[in-house]
């Protein structure tokens, strides 16, 4: 399946731009190794499962063979395996370990429910005070609070389309052109869904793309994309990777 890449960008619109950003791609993903590996190392002790605004991490004590985890989303067909971790001192001598497992957080749950599989055995986690208990299969499955839904950004869909998300004032006419249309602003008209939120799905090809929404005549970024780059007469435009 494709997936949508969000290009790191502020280059010109040039002939060049092709090896260009194929550093930036690069760049984005150690940007990301290097957050989780930031995570990874301040792991230090066995807690409860901790949310932040992009992960899910759960930590275990050692001492299992194996230990896995399955979430009710996945409908539990599927076992992610956990990993060691050893924290050391300034002598190489060690302070603490613990076994752990980092789940990007899934976009559009407000909640999350699963069960460790610890040598085999299915339980619930130990770590985790909050559970519910499923009156169908008699058996107790862990619970956790995700908190209000990430917001809906631009991004790829299960029809491998990209879907173009612009949030504004109501009642507005939100068109959208890129490099994909020619900069013809005039053949996609996103939908207001809600009040103030607007959308259009369309299939893409592997590629690298360059766009904008306009209100009026007024070109503006896609808000819900950090990335940007600048055309030569200096312009904005929002930049993203369909691979």
Known sequence: MKQIRFLIASALLLAALPSAFAKKAVMMEEKDLYEYNNIVSSLN?????????????????????????AFDYENYRTIHSFQN????????KTTSSLMFYILERPKDLT??????????????DPEN???????????????????????????????????????????STVRLAGTFTNWDS??????????GFYEIEIPLPAG??????????????????????????????SVLIVE
Not at 50 to 69: L, S
Not at 85 to 92: E, R
Not at 223 to 231: C, D, E, L, Q, V
């Open 45 to 69: 002790s066995i807690s409860a499962p901790k949310v932040t605004d992009r992960y899910i991490i759960f930590t275990q004590k050692t001492g299992a063979r194996h230990i896995g985890i």
């Open 85 to 92: 971790h050893t924290n050391k001192d300034v002598d190489g």
């Open 111 to 124: 909640s999350l429910k699963y069960r460790l599989i610890i040598d085999g055995l299915w339980t619930s």
């Open 129 to 171: 005070p909050e559970y519910t208990y499923d009156s169908a299969t008699g058996i107790s499955l862990s619970s956790l609070y995700l908190g209000e839904p990430l917001p809906e950004i631009t991004d790829i869909t299960e029809s491998d389309c990209v879907k173009f998300i612009y949030n504004g004032t109501p009642g």
């Open 186 to 195: 005039w053949i996609y008209e996103l939908t207001e869904t809600k009040p």
């Open 208 to 237: 690298k793309y360059y766009y904008n929404y306009y209100i009026g005549m007024k070109a503006v970024v896609d808000k819900t994309n950090p990335n940007r780059a600048y055309t030569p007469d200096g312009r904005s435009t």
